[in-house]
């Protein structure tokens, strides 16, 4: 049985009834010694003025932390916690509230902190890559040819794809992103998925001047049973989920790799088990609850495949909302070799009541 709770109420009326016993008390003892009644008076005033100024103390002192400790929040001191957390009471209750605001505070405003940093590092990049090219052109440094042109353009395109998927973050974060479900076939889908992948990252390496700004040499393979699979969901955001994964295992893969996009039926109607496999370094145990953070591109030795570049660590992030969007879940497989990623989205949603 856990600690027994005791409200501010039953405290304020065991108070009024021990002040009641003490006057009372001390009456009877007047009485039967013939004690003078102002004398009597006194000490039961006094007695009384004891308790309650005990029992004030107790429930006004977390109430001035509590003040203190909002008034540094509200001037952007999320470091500081009230100390009353654990009382059984009303006082506790709003204690371990106020301590949990503030941390939801602090982790926003680092999460603010690291979203700034973050995006002015990756903006930096191409830009000044962008500069680069551009004030040699200007000068006479070098030519504007065709092969100039191409590597500009690449930085462009870089910086494109960045700010559309900060784009779909703020969409993310706004929550203004309908979720349109629809009954639809799971291997032409998916097909055309891996496609337009191997297209985008071909036109990429054109674009580049063959520079290594994408990878070209991993094997995208399908893998869908039974082949007249079909499912129930959002195809946009399935797309993002399917892309932004595809994308991840590709830049991880060792040269010449494999990556395996695996299609189930699930156990409910239009329900779908989905898994990327790839065969690069794998997760530790200990990042794998972080792999779906933003901004988080892991902490393993040389995690991206020679000809990757980088990427800007919010696809996992993208495809967990897009997830959690349809109810479903996402998280890392254990796996013999590389990384598993594996997708169930719930299908058909079932009518309430």
Same mark, same amino acid.
């Given at each position: 049985m856990g600690p027994v709770t005791i409200s501010i109420k039953t405290k304020l009326g065991t108070l009024?009834?021990?002040?009641?016993?003490?006057?009372?008390?001390?009456?009877?003892?007047?009485?039967?010694?013939?004690?003078?009644?102002?004398?009597?008076?006194?000490?039961?005033?006094?007695?009384?003025?004891? !308790?309650?100024?005990? /029992?004030? +103390?107790? $429930?006004?002192? %977390?109430?001035?932390?509590?003040?203190? #400790?909002?008034?540094?929040?509200?001037h952007g001191d999320y470091t500081r916690r009230v100390r009353g957390a654990g009382r059984r009471d009303e006082l506790?209750?709003?204690?371990?509230?106020?301590?949990?605001?503030?941390?939801?505070?602090?982790?926003?405003?680092?999460?603010?902190?690291? !979203?700034?940093?973050? /995006?002015? +590092?990756? $903006?930096?990049? %191409?830009?000044?890559?962008?500069r680069a #090219?551009?004030?040699?052109?200007?000068?006479?440094?070098?030519?504007?040819?065709?092969?100039?042109?191409?590597?500009?353009?690449?930085?462009?395109?870089?910086?494109?794809?960045?700010?559309?998927?900060?784009?779909?973050?703020?969409?993310?974060?706004?929550?203004?992103?309908? !979720?349109r479900r629809r009954p639809f076939e799971v291997w032409p889908y998916l097909s055309g998925v891996l496609k337009e992948a191997s297209l985008a990252a071909s036109q990429r390496a054109v674009g580049s001047g063959s520079r290594p700004h994408t990878r070209t040499d991993v094997h995208l393979h399908l893998d869908v049973s039974p082949p007249e699979l079909t499912a129930h969901a959002d195809v946009e955001r399935l797309h993002q989920v399917v892309a932004n994964l595809v994308d991840n295992a590709v830049k991880h893969s060792p040269p010449h790799g494999r990556v395996t996009v695996r299609a189930r039926r699930g156990?409910?109607?239009?329900?779908?088990?989905?898994?990327?496999?790839?065969?690069?370094?794998?997760?530790?145990?200990?990042?794998?609850?972080?792999?779906?953070?933003?901004?988080?591109?892991?902490?393993?030795?040389?995690?991206?495949?020679?000809?990757?570049?980088?990427?800007?660590?919010?696809?996992?992030?993208?495809?967990?909302?897009a997830v959690d969007l349809h109810g479903g879940r996402i998280g890392v497989a254990e796996s013999a070799r590389g990384c598993r990623i594996l997708v169930t989205l719930p299908g058909i949603p079932r009518p309430r009541g």
């Open positions: 009024v009834v021990v002040s009641v016993f003490i006057t009372t008390g001390l009456l009877l003892v007047a009485l039967r010694t013939e004690t003078e009644l102002r004398f009597i008076t006194v000490f039961s005033v006094i007695a009384t003025l004891l !308790l309650t100024q005990f /029992v004030a +103390h107790g $429930l006004t002192a %977390p109430l001035d932390e509590m003040n203190t #400790v909002a008034k540094g929040i509200s506790g209750d709003l204690a371990e509230t106020i301590n949990r605001m503030a941390d939801d505070l602090e982790a926003v405003d680092r999460h603010r902190k690291e !979203l700034v940093a973050n /995006v002015s +590092h990756e $903006l930096r990049t %191409p830009i000044a890559a962008l #090219v551009l004030e040699n052109v200007v000068d006479g440094v070098s030519a504007a040819d065709p092969e100039t042109m191409r590597t500009a353009l690449a930085q462009t395109e870089r910086l494109g794809r960045l700010v559309e998927t900060l784009l779909d973050l703020s969409r993310l974060d706004n929550g203004v992103v309908p !979720l156990s409910s109607p239009g329900s779908l088990d989905l898994e990327v496999v790839d065969e690069g370094p794998g997760i530790p145990p200990s990042e794998r609850h972080k792999v779906f953070e933003r901004f988080n591109r892991g902490s393993v030795p040389a995690p991206h495949g020679p000809g990757s570049d980088g990427g800007t660590g919010l696809g996992l992030a993208i495809a967990r909302w």
